[in-house]
């Protein structure tokens, strides 16, 4: 897929796991090297902080009166 579209469209690829451990994740060190390659070339990174909304959610639905 990555290679199809490398150079042709945008990707988008969200993740949980850092970059940094995405080797060792994928276990082939060639096969890494390449979807790194394209993915990490020309690509804008977005970190997100704070607080998972799924934990604030549940936190609000929680807090609700029952009826």
Known sequence: ILEDRHGLK????????????????IG???????ILD???HCAH????????????KANLTSMQPTR
Do not use: C, F, I
């Open 38 to 40: 394209r993915l990490v």
């Open 28 to 34: 082939d060190p060639t096969l890494a090297d390449a």
């Open 10 to 25: 945008s990707t988008l690829v969200t993740s949980q796991l850092p970059v940094d451990l995405w080797h060792e994740q």
């Open 45 to 56: 990174r977005v970190k997100l902080k704070g607080e998972s909304m799924r934990k604030m």
